[in-house]
């Protein structure tokens, strides 16, 4: 296993356009969470799912943002009408239960001018 | 709800110096503890963890203490290297109810020769 992949690494998009980003877990980890990391800051958490049920989504994430994770499997997180305030870094990581350490992806780093 | 919070960075010390970066928690329950790094251009690798008070995280020459009487997980390491110039997030999951991994706003270090 090669880890939690994520795909892009890096998007650069215009205000107003939609974006999808792509993650896939470790295979064997059924929890799969989603984070946001501006500058100077540490991961926000913005949803998570257990298995293909997104069991919780944080204040954060607004009606633009949606997530899926379809047959438990890999997940896509998209942001509808991109604004400048949502550049950051998108992290995904897994884990295998809740009370274990989660496995990070590289992240994609998404710039909106 | 669950949070952590870090000394304020950044920490600048001269190579072979003794380094401790705080970490304290808020969290219900019995959280398993960890320690993450994140070196320039990289995503999140775990560093250390605890899950029980009173256990020894160690790895790469660093180590914390799951402290429960003061609830902190402090980071220390003997003698750093240029090499471990890096940020460091503290981080906290279970927390007897809450599953979602929660990071403090990471600590940045600086070794210089």
């Known amino acids: 296993d090669t880890g939690v992949s994520q795909d892009p690494r890096h998007k650069i998009t215009k205000r107003g356009q939609n974006v999808t980003f792509r993650c896939d877990p470790i295979?064997?980890?059924?929890?799969l969470y989603w984070y946001r990391q501006t500058l100077g800051q540490g991961p926000e958490f913005l949803t998570y799912?257990?298995?293909?049920?997104?069991?919780?989504k944080s204040r954060l994430l607004s009606d633009r943002f949606s997530a899926e994770r379809p047959k438990g499997s890999f997940s896509t997180l998209e942001i509808q009408r991109t604004e400048q305030g949502d550049s950051a870094m998108y992290l995904c990581?897994?884990?295998?239960?809740?009370?274990?350490?989660?496995?990070f992806g590289q992240g994609t780093r998404l710039t909106v001018v | 709800g669950n949070s952590v919070t870090q000394m304020e960075g950044p920490v600048t010390l001269s190579e072979e110096a003794f380094l401790t970066i705080n970490c304290t928690y808020t969290?219900?329950?019995?959280?398993?503890l960890f320690w993450y790094v994140q070196y320039p251009g990289e995503g999140l690798q775990l560093l250390l963890k605890?899950?029980?008070?009173?256990d020894k995280g160690s790895n790469k020459g660093f180590e914390a203490t799951y402290r429960k009487e003061t609830t902190s997980f402090h980071l220390e390491k003997g003698s750093v290297q240029v090499s471990d110039s890096a940020v460091y997030f503290c981080?906290?999951?279970?927390?007897?109810?809450?599953?979602?991994?929660?990071f403090g706003r990471g600590t940045s270090l600086i070794v210089h020769p």
């Open positions: 990581a897994s884990s295998f239960r809740a009370d274990t350490e989660a496995f």
């Open positions: 295979s064997e980890h059924n929890r």
């Open positions: 799912f257990q298995n293909e049920a997104q069991l919780e």
């Open positions: 969290a219900t329950g019995y959280p398993s």
């Open positions: 605890a899950t029980k008070a009173d």
């Open positions: 981080a906290l999951t279970y927390g007897g109810g809450s599953y979602i991994p929660t």
